[in-house]
Structures are given as C-alpha cells and as structure tokens.
C-alpha cells in the first residue's frame, strides 16, 4: 500500500493509509451521540478525524500512541480539512517507519553530534571539558541527544531538534564572545550544550511527542541539573564555584520566575544565553511557520497562539522585484549630470 502523506491530501480523497494517534477522546454530538474525536499525524503534520459510528465500541479497539490503518474520507471542515472514518483498526509497529510519521531535522544525526564533539574537543577549560566529554561518552544520553525534539511543540518540535538548537546557540555564544570582553566562553558553551539536556528525559519521542511522568513532575531544569550532578560526582575535583555557576544558567535560563525559571539571570554569561535562547527559539519558530504557509496566498501567516500575533511573510520575490523595475527611474539624477 503506497503511503499517502497528510500534507498531499484534499477534499473528497478516499482514504485507506496508516497514521499514528495523537489524540483521541470521546465527545458528544448535539443530539448527545457519543463519537470520537481523533488527531491523525505523520511527518507532514497532524489532521482531525471523526468516528460518527458505533464510536465507544470502536475506541476500544485502539490507544493514543498507537498507529492505526484507517479507511475514511476528506472532508471541508471550518476552512480546512476533517477525516471522516468508517473503519480504524491498530496495526502492528513492525509494519511502520516511526520516520514516516514523526517529523524530523533537515540535518543528519550523527554529523550533527560529530559537529557537537568537535566543539566540546575545542573547550579550553580542563574542567569544562572533561564535564561534557562525560556527557558525550554516555551512550545512552548520546543516543537520546540525537534524536531528542527541543519541545513538544513551541520550537524545533522534531527528531533532532534539540541537538539542531544546541548547535545554533553554539554558534551566537562564539559570535557574542568575540562582541564583548571578559566573557567566559567555555562557561558559555557548557551553558548552551547543557541547559536543554534535561529534555532527553522530560519528553517521551518514540510515538507522538509528550511529557513523560518524570517530565510532568520535575521538569528539564531539575532533571538537567540533577544529571549535572551525577556527572560531577565523577570528577571531585571539579571547581565548585565553576559547578554553581554553570547550574546557574541553567535554573535561570528562562529568564523570569513566571516561565518557569526558579532563578533570574545573576551573571553576564546567564544573562547572555537566556537571551541568546529565547531568540532562537522565536526566530526558529516564526521561519518555521513561514514556511510551512509559504503557497498560501497571503502576505501574513495565521495567528501565531505562542507570540499571539500574526508573522509578516513578505511579499514574494517577483512581486518585489517587480516593484523595484517600476519604480526605477529612466533619467539620469541631477548629480551626475555634467
């Protein structure tokens, strides 16, 4: 069966594909029959779908997380798409590519992390060095590293985001410190590669993307610092006011109390990857939206829920160009007349 992706898909296709759930729960129609409301997803992104029809007998038949082979059709829903199911059934993981249908970076795994230990062999600081080089050697962490998202949904939401962040923040902290004198660069660094490294273990990413127990509970700045602390236990000789520091920015990288931060920034080399941070995760996040509407015909993209705002697309390039031809005066300026 040839795989249909849920981006090629328009009204009054007949569908029989596979998909994997990321939401499902009963609801109540207007004349009080029980259906069930379904999110369907795939690489190319998600849809809802409708059971109308014997839906509590048919939602025992499958969970949330599960991939499902569905038959069904599209239909014009509130300015979109909607599914409408007639058969849903579980299918079996083995006839799956997990690829297929979680999104993931444009860039390799393992030359992003080849990428990542050539800037950690580059650290100066013994200290440091030896700190992230223990992270790097834990397979374990290395393994989810690669693969982990840098959020559920707000910025880089795909396999590989958050090592595709680090990456990023990698690369502003050495242009910042370059900018301003007496930065501690190394700190910096290990800042940027660790702040996020709690989401390995605060996101669940082998189905649809969610918090796991431990992720609802502490956190990734706990976790992220916890597993700090693990790692300092091997190297007792570790400066302790380097090891405050560095826990620092991480307990303080969200910038305010209300985001969760359960510190503010203190020091420059915080202040400098709250900022840092923040900016990547915007600017990723808005580019991400362009893009994703860049063949809808309008200059502004839909209303952004996490910056509460509509992004300005632009107009397109030809149209620009156009502009610019016509508004290109035929005579020559006054000034360079002889």
């Keep these: 069966m ?18 994997l759930v990321a939401k499902k729960e009963m609801g109540l129609s207007r004349s009080g029959k029980p259906y069930l409301n379904i999110k369907l997803m795939d690489k190319t992104g998600d849809i809802e779908a409708r ?35 007639s058969e849903i059934a579980k299918t079996d993981r083995d006839d ?36 992230l080089t223990l992270f790097l050697k834990d397979a374990e962490i290395k393994r989810l590293l690669k693969i982990a998202p840098a959020a559920k949904s707000m910025h880089h939401p795909y396999l590989g985001g958050l090592l595709e962040h680090i990456l990023s923040l990698c690369r502003l902290v050495d242009a910042v410190a370059k900018h301003y004198r007496n930065i501690n660069r190394d700190l910096l660094i290990a800042g940027a590669i660790l702040h996020d490294i709690g989401k390995i273990h605060e996101l669940m990413f082998e189905r ?10 502490l956190g990734h700045i706990t ?14 000789d570790f400066p302790k006011e380097m090891a ?3 826990k620092h920015m991480l307990l303080s990288h969200h910038g305010y109390l209300e985001f969760g931060s359960p510190k503010r920034p203190k020091t ?30 309008s200059n502004w993209t839909s209303f952004h829920k996490l910056y509460e705002r509509y992004i300005y697309k632009g107009k397109p390039q030809e149209e620009q160009n156009r502009r610019t031809e016509e508004s290109t005066p035929d005579i020559e300026p006054e000034l360079f007349k002889k």
């Design 208 to 217: 649809a993307f969610d918090y796991s127990d431990e992720g609802r509970l």
């Design 223 to 236: 976790i992220g610092v916890n597993m700090i602390d693990r790692k300092l236990e091997k190297l007792p």
């Design 244 to 246: 405050m520091l560095l």
């Design 96 to 131: 799956v590519s997990v690829t297929d249908f979680l999104p993931a970076s444009s860039r390799d795994p393992d030359e992003m992390m080849a990428e990542l230990e050539g800037i950690v062999a580059d650290i100066k600081n013994v200290y440091i060095g030896r700190l």
């Design 268 to 297: 420059v080399e915080a202040t400098i990857l709250y900022y840092l941070d923040d900016m990547d995760s915007k600017v990723q996040a808005m580019q991400a939206l362009i893009e994703k509407e860049k063949d809808i015909d």
């Design 51 to 85: 059971v109308w029809d014997d839906a509590e007998a048919v939602s025992k038949n499958f969970e949330k997380n599960d991939f499902v082979r569905i038959k069904g059709a599209a239909v014009a829903y509130q300015g979109g798409l909607q599914i409408n199911i």
């Design 2 to 19: 040839k795989k249909v992706f849920l981006k090629d898909i328009k009204e009054k296709d007949r569908l029989d594909n596979i998909f």
